[in-house]
């Protein structure tokens, strides 16, 4: 074997790794951050196997949707979960790939939560045998914090009889027909060509679709979409989390700001909760464009 | 061996890259309001630490930065012949590889888990929910006459004239949203001083270290890309190529530094507005101008 | 072959993430610190149509560089394409403008 | 080209079972969401994997491979829009809890 072939090799069981186990790591860790961040391993890894497979050009913009998406994904992770962290849960008794993907994660050496948890998690475990009954969970409302459906052994054993049939009719049929010509080294032009050619309705209809999709996204998620503007200020109070996990808010953060500083917090970065209410808007146009006179 | 020698010389870029820069910077920023990534160390407060920081994803974040500028300089030229490695998909690897910088943002101000921190990682995201778009479309411009995406390429496409004089809107373009991608003035949100400077303010000496390389480095590395899509690279008369490159990339970083710093700051609300509602309607006009201007015969044949 | 390009990227990988952990290892001051409380809990944040269109306009995006290569080359026939993909995603920014979708909330 | 091509189509028929799994066993609708997305990038590996080994002159798979990209990218779009709409109405997004319905 080359040193070129042991370096593909290297690299390909590298990237197969991080593809694989961001995929394990996703599904199991405790974290919904660190779940996204995962995800976005996983489809950077196959990425990388893409450049292997010689289409860079795809395996680049894989990278740079998954980057973006993903960012803007936990975002919204972190606004609908309870426990976004997950140091809350990474204290729970876990399996043993739960507890590996959640590794650093907590420290904590007070176990009092741990009896309430364990509760959830024996009704996690009896519900294995399908129909799962509504009111197990109900009666606990939003204090039911597992991650998991009640089938997730079920879903396990589905997957893993799945995979481990598709690999063993891989194994059965190795030989494949292949042939050993090495692509056009010029990936762009050879798509843009295409796009502008054979595949141009293809083009206009995806650029349809984003459409579409933009108009959907913003239908559905627009702030105007309330009847009118106590319908909203109600909404958006209900937007609110549950409660704030952390109380105190450390009094040497408030102290430093300048009072000029203020109105600059409110309006930029995230909201804290504890912030309460809608916070004020901004009036649109005319700073924004002057600035960018005064830049350019 | 060549491969090596190549890596050797990305590292020396980076030091290099990163020293002028830190030594240069602070000169042009001489009486700004918020100096952002380029605040020195004895202007920060102590260290921050949360009681249960993410233990793997904390260190992760100024490692991920380092390597996504690393990576970005494997393509930036210095001569003809003196580019570590002509990517044929050159200027989208670019962009797409600093986008390693934001994760690695996001990542370390998460994993700290310190209120200032995490705050970091919203900021840095809506910065690129800002700056993507309209950056992109700035270099589309510059695509559309090099016909290639190669940054010899484009180089080499400017022998007859700089392309800052045919699309003088695209380069405005990429002035405001590189200022934006290297969190320089006027946009400076997640590094702001009462954020206690983002990520710094809950870092490490070591992650400190890193997030100061990183981060000088992408000044740099976006002063370097303006002068290879707009300023013609290496060329210019008598001097060597290097030298040109490096005196196009420092005079375009106190341009953009200088200017940036004479801006009142914009909040991250502000910034977004100025993104979708004046850069990016104007990168779709210059794209529609560029491409005219290429039906009508002007650029290079 | 395009796979040899991107060697350098590789051994580049390695290369700086051996340098980063020999600076953890070696360069550790003394710092002061403060203890905060902390700060993993469910945020609003004020974007969130902008996010959502930043997906759409993200892909977009990357329809245009493989576009703009071959342009020059194509000409008029890959400029009126091009006009009318404009022409859809204008429709988008206008539309989520005028519903008051590109706003802090 | 040292690595076979069963090797990469074995990196995803295991992306696809870790998909199933996670679209079945998670409760909150982002997290099916993204398993939806590993599904679909388990179908992107298999197809550029066939492209390279059995026709690497047409680049179709490449353009078939964007495609499976946007609507990915869409998908997510749409389905965080709706999650929005629905926590701002309920207060969750665990698809267990959506059971009114159910009668």
């Not at chain 2, 809506?126 to 190669?150: C, D, E, F, N, T």
């Amino acid at each position: 074997m080359s040193f070129a072939e042991a370096a593909e090799w290297f690299a390909f069981v590298i990237l197969a790794v991080i593809s694989v186990a961001g995929a394990l790591g996703m599904a199991t860790t405790m974290s919904m951050f660190r779940s996204g961040i995962f995800l976005m391993a996983s489809f950077i890894g196959v990425a990388g196997l893409f450049v292997l497979l010689s289409a860079d050009l795809l395996g680049l913009l894989q990278v740079m949707m998954y980057i973006g998406g993903m960012l803007v994904m936990i975002l919204f992770m972190v606004l609908f979960s309870h426990d976004p962290g997950g140091s809350m849960m990474a204290d729970m008794d876990m399996s043993l790939i739960e507890r590996f993907f959640s590794l650093g994660l907590s420290s904590s050496p007070d176990k009092e939560g741990m009896d309430m948890e364990r509760h959830g998690h024996d009704g996690m475990d009896m519900g294995g045998q399908g129909g799962h009954d509504p009111m197990d969970m109900g009666g606990q409302g939003g204090m039911d914090m597992s991650m998991t459906t009640p089938v997730k052994r079920w879903a396990a054993a589905l997957s893993v009889t799945l995979g481990g049939g598709l690999v063993a009719l891989l194994l059965l049929r190795p030989a494949w027909p292949t042939t050993d010509t090495t692509p056009n080294p010029e990936s762009a032009r050879m798509i843009g060509e295409l796009l502008m050619s054979k595949y141009m309705m293809a083009f206009e209809g995806a650029g349809l679709l984003i459409l579409i999709g933009i108009f959907g996204a913003v239908l559905v998620a627009r702030p105007g979409a309330y009847p009118d503007r106590d319908a909203r200020d109600a909404y958006v109070t209900r937007d609110l989390p549950p409660a704030p996990i952390d109380e105190d808010p450390p009094p040497s953060a408030d102290a430093h700001v300048p009072p000029e500083a203020l109105e600059e917090v409110t309006v930029s970065g995230a909201h804290r909760d504890e912030a309460g209410g809608p916070p004020p808007q901004n009036e649109t146009g005319q700073a924004a464009s002057e600035s960018l006179d005064r830049d350019s | 061996m060549e491969l090596t020698l190549r890596a050797l010389g990305v590292l020396a870029a980076l030091g290099l890259a990163a020293l002028l820069t830190h030594f240069f910077e602070p000169a042009a920023l001489s009486d700004a309001q918020e100096r952002g990534p380029a605040t020195p160390a004895g202007a920060r407060g102590p260290v921050e630490l949360a009681p249960n920081p993410d233990r793997w994803m904390h260190p992760a974040g100024p490692v991920t930065a380092l390597l996504g500028v690393l990576f970005a300089l494997i393509v930036i030229p210095y001569g003809p012949d003196l580019v570590p490695r002509d990517l044929g998909i050159g200027v989208f690897y670019f962009i797409v590889v600093v986008d390693f910088v934001v994760l690695g943002l996001s990542l370390g101000g998460w994993g700290a888990n310190t209120r200032n921190s995490v705050d970091v990682y919203y900021r840095a995201t809506a910065q690129l929910v800002a700056y993507v778009v309209p950056l992109g479309l700035a270099y589309i411009g510059a695509i559309m006459m090099a016909r290639s995406l190669s940054t010899v390429s484009i180089v080499d496409a400017q022998a007859g004239m700089w392309f800052v004089v045919l699309q003088p809107i695209g380069f405005a373009l990429y002035l405001v949203t590189g200022l934006m991608q290297a969190y320089r003035p006027p946009f400076v949100e997640p590094f702001a001083a009462f954020i206690e400077h983002g990520v710094y303010g809950a870092s490490f000496a070591w992650q400190a270290l890193l997030w100061r390389l990183a981060l000088s480095s992408l000044l740099f590395l976006v002063a370097a890309m303006g002068a290879v899509l707009y300023l013609g690279g290496w060329r210019g008369p008598l001097l060597p190529g290097p030298v040109w490159m490096l005196l196009k990339t420092f005079g375009l970083m106190a341009i953009m530094v200088w200017g940036g710093s004479r801006v009142p700051l914009l909040s991250t609300g502000r910034m977004l507005e100025l993104s979708w509602k004046v850069l990016t309607p104007i990168g779709l006009a210059n794209v529609l101008v560029v491409g005219a201007l290429i039906l009508l015969g002007v650029g290079p044949s | 072959m395009i796979v040899d390009h991107y060697a350098l990227v590789g051994l580049l990988a390695l290369i700086g993430t051996g340098l980063s952990l020999l600076v953890a290892g070696l360069y550790r001051p003394d710092l002061p610190v403060v203890e905060v409380p902390a700060a993993w809990a469910s945020y609003r944040f004020g974007f969130p149509v902008y996010a959502l269109i930043f997906l759409s306009f993200d892909m977009e995006m990357i329809f245009m560089y493989p576009w703009a290569v071959v342009f020059a080359d194509l000409g008029l026939e890959a400029f009126l394409d091009m006009l009318v993909f404009i022409a859809i995603l204008s429709a988008g920014i206008t539309y989520a403008w005028k519903m008051g979708g590109l706003r802090w909330e | 080209m040292a690595v076979p091509l069963t090797a990469y189509l074995i990196v995803g028929a295991l992306l696809f079972g870790l998909g199933v799994y996670a679209v079945i066993a998670q409760r909150s609708a982002v997290m099916i969401l993204m398993g939806i997305e590993v599904l679909l990038n388990a179908i992107g590996l298999n197809m550029i994997a066939f492209w390279r080994f059995v026709n690497p002159g047409d680049y179709s798979a490449q353009i078939f491979t964007i495609l499976i990209i946007t609507i990915g990218a869409v998908e997510m779009g749409i389905g965080l829009a709706i999650m929005m709409l629905l926590y701002r109405n309920r207060g969750t997004v665990q698809v267990d809890q959506y059971d009114s319905l159910k009668g």
